[in-house]
Nanobody, 123 residues
Framework: QVQLVESGGGLVQTGGSLRLSCAAS????????MGWFRQAPGKEREFVAV????????YYADSVKGRFTISRDNAKNTVYLQMNSLKPEDTAVYYC????????????????WGQGTRVTVSS
């Protein structure tokens, strides 16, 4: 049974930082590209960042480029999202997801999802 478990969300002030973690189990982690998505109240789920299975390639949404960094530790089956210079518009539930086939920005391409962790950025 595949499980993706996010952690690290919370309440932070504008300009602050958080580090999200996503621990994966039940899948061959090194075969999967890992993505982070987010969903704000009343909005659709949107792409944030993705990292290739090897960790060699990363892609970011324009809205987070230069502020967020995605990384992975294949020995720990964990993917991270370091979020700096947080803004109120970053407030959302953040989800990690696993994609066996491609490095993709599209939620529909992902095979497995975590339950999400909430990030709230106060102004």
């Amino acid at each position: 049974q595949v499980q993706l478990v996010e952690s690290g969300g919370g309440l932070v002030q504008t300009g602050g930082s958080l580090r999200l973690s996503c621990a994966a189990s039940g899948l061959r982690f090194t075969y999967y590209a890992m993505g982070w998505f987010r969903q704000a109240p009343g909005k659709e789920r949107e792409f944030v960042a993705v990292i290739a299975a090897s960790g060699g390639s990363t892609y970011y949404a324009d809205s987070v480029k230069g502020r967020f960094t995605i990384s992975r530790d294949n020995a720990k089956n964990t993917v991270y999202l370091q979020m700096n210079s947080l803004k109120p518009e970053d407030t959302a539930v953040y989800y990690c997801a696993a994609n066996r086939a491609v490095v993709s920005l599209a939620p529909d391409d992902y095979d497995y999802w975590g339950q999400g962790t909430r990030v709230t950025v106060s102004s």
